[in-house]
């Protein structure tokens, strides 16, 4: 059974930077696609960054140049640095997974495991 966990999240005024953590159980991350979506009060989740199995990423434009998701298989884990936080990037955010480990892109619904999520707020 896969077990997904996130750590990392808290609260960081606006400029600062968070590493979120993203650590599986069950089966080794090599074989997915990892991403990392984000819910705010009363709007959908959305995508945020997502890595395939070959570490090739794709970004939501909102946090291009600013996000840097990257994955250790060693240790089963994938990372999500966030850096220059804005206020509009406080959320839930969440560890996805896709079991085609070729997806780039995908929607929430077609996520095949999550974690609880991590709180990130950013104050202004």
């Known amino acids: 059974q896969v077990q997904v966990a996130e750590s990392g999240g808290g609260l960081v005024q606006a400029g600062g930077s968070l590493r979120l953590s993203c650590t599986v159980s069950?089966?080794?991350?090599?074989?997915?696609?990892m991403g990392w979506f984000r819910q705010a009060p009363g709007k959908e989740r959305e995508s945020v960054a997502t890595?395939?199995?070959?570490?090739?990423?794709v970004y939501a434009d909102s946090v291009k140049g600013r996000f840097t998701i990257s994955r250790d298989n060693a240790k089963n884990t994938v990372y999500l640095q966030m850096n220059s936080l804005k206020p509009e990037d406080t959320a839930a955010y969440y560890c996805?997974?896709?079991?085609?480990?070729?997806?780039?892109?995908?929607?929430?619904?077609?996520?095949?495991?999550w974690g609880q999520g991590t709180q990130v707020t950013v104050s202004s």
């Open positions: 069950g089966r080794p991350i090599s074989v997915y696609a």
């Open positions: 890595t395939m199995w070959t570490g090739m990423t």
């Open positions: 996805a997974i896709s079991k085609d480990p070729a997806r780039l892109r995908w929607t929430p619904a077609e996520s095949d495991y």
